[in-house]
């Protein structure tokens, strides 16, 4: 790197951390909102008379259009720019959030739902190709991992933020502020990123990978992320509802135990890329695998617990394995992937994630339905762990050079 590359490098370093902590707060503000729904799902039932499968059509419809959109979604990030799609995403998903507090019946509230989908389906693939672009390629892994430790976050607010709002402007009045929220960080978007025309500055200029050529390697990572991701949705959909109804908790309990995983997920999240680059670097697959491995044996103990303090324990435990190995899956792949089709593989990637976000809230309420038995949900939920190291071990491919 000759002296003009250098200072280059030195002045948009700031502009990487701000662009670090602005896809940061947009996958915070995303997964409120989508988050609402699941604190909601008991209320939203009540008020439709709805059975267990119902509802998990509801917490499915959003997934439903979501994973379909992941692909395409990501073409447009690489065809019009990240800048462009996140606005044009920001602005859907937050007024289909409020949209959502005007749904008068079940099928209104399942087309409002699938609208929404669409309208965040581009936003994972710009916001992480953001973070490709921004940051060198021996940051690049870390920082990727430390995006995806947002979304666990986003969770883990979302029942302080998302539970009061319902208690004090009922389930309809929630979706209409945690919409208005998402304007706000719209507004704080544009201000930063302006203009919109001028693309995220590459800060590796000297990316010599193949380029035009679609990376098959990531349907491993996709099926990695589908397995570990069956376990987050299924979970994240339902254990609200298992709290309230199985385990008597209320609102107010709910606010306090729900987050209690999410919060140890965003922190093994966060400390993947440095445990993958320094530990594991060269043999970066493996940390996945092991990941996925322990996640198994904490599903098969929280299927066998009995007790409250059990079932919470263990979850909280394979969230934070789970989340090590899917964040390190999104590292893994940031090293792996040209620049030029990154915002398609991403979207490749993120489409098993979304499609487990479908299946896993309708199986787990037929689940449910059938044997009247969340621990038989638990049960099923651990195979999807047992997936997720078997495609693990089938991923391709070193860390560029």
């Not at 008020?47 to 990501?74: D, E, N, R």
């Not at 409002?112 to 936003?123: D, N, P």
């Not at 995220?200 to 570990?228: A, E, H, M, N």
């Not at 299924?234 to 987050?259: C, E, F, S």
Request: aromatic letters at 16%.
């Amino acid at each position: 790197m000759d002296e003009s590359q250098y200072l280059m490098s030195q002045n948009e370093r700031p502009k990487s951390y701000r662009t670090l902590v602005l896809v940061f707060l947009g996958f915070i503000i995303c997964f409120i909102d989508r988050s609402a729904m699941n604190i909601a799902l008991a209320y939203v039932g009540k008020s439709f008379t709805l059975t267990p499968a119902q509802l998990g059509v509801v917490g499915s419809a959003f997934f439903f259009s979501y994973s379909l959109m992941q692909v395409p979604g990501g073409w447009l990030v690489d065809r019009f720019g990240t800048k462009w799609m996140t606005v044009l995403s920001l602005l859907a998903w937050s007024v289909f959030t409020m949209m959502t507090g005007f749904a008068w019946s079940f099928i209104s509230l399942i087309i409002i739902r699938i609208l929404f989908g669409i309208g965040e389906g581009s936003y994972p693939s710009a916001a992480m190709k953001q973070v490709r672009l921004a940051f060198p390629e021996n940051k690049r892994g870390q920082a990727s991992a430390v995006a995806i430790s947002s979304n666990y976050i986003g969770n883990a607010l979302a029942p302080f933020i998302v539970a009061p709002l319902i208690a004090m402007l009922s389930w309809r009045g929630a979706f209409h502020v945690v919409g208005v929220l998402g304007l706000i960080y719209l507004a704080l978007y544009y201000f930063f990123e302006r203009p919109l025309n001028r693309e995220i500055p590459d800060y590796d200029t000297g990316d010599q990978k193949v380029k035009g050529k679609f990376d098959w390697r990531v349907l491993s990572f996709s099926v990695v992320v589908f397995g570990f991701s069956v376990i987050t949705k299924g979970l994240d959909t339902w254990m609200p509802t298992y709290l309230l109804q199985a385990r008597h908790i209320n609102l107010k309990g709910i606010a306090w135990l729900v987050p209690l995983p999410s919060i140890t997920a965003g922190i093994g999240s966060f400390i993947a890329g440095f445990i993958m680059v320094k530990f594991f670097a060269g043999h970066e697959k493996w940390l996945i695998s092991l990941s996925a491995l322990i996640t198994m044996v904490f599903m098969y103990g929280m299927f066998h617990s009995l007790s409250l303090t059990g079932v919470i324990t263990f979850e909280v435990l394979a969230y934070f394995t789970k989340s090590i190995g899917f964040a390190a899956s999104y590292a893994f792949v940031a090293q792996l992937v040209a620049k030029t089709n990154y915002g398609a593989s991403i979207g490749v990637v993120n489409f098993g994630g979304q499609l487990a976000g479908f299946l896993a809230p309708i199986l787990i309420g037929l689940v449910i339905q059938g044997t009247h038995s969340y621990t038989a949900a638990f049960l099923v939920l651990t195979f999807f762990a047992l997936l997720a190291f078997v495609a693990s071990l089938t991923i391709q491919g070193k860390k560029a050079n």
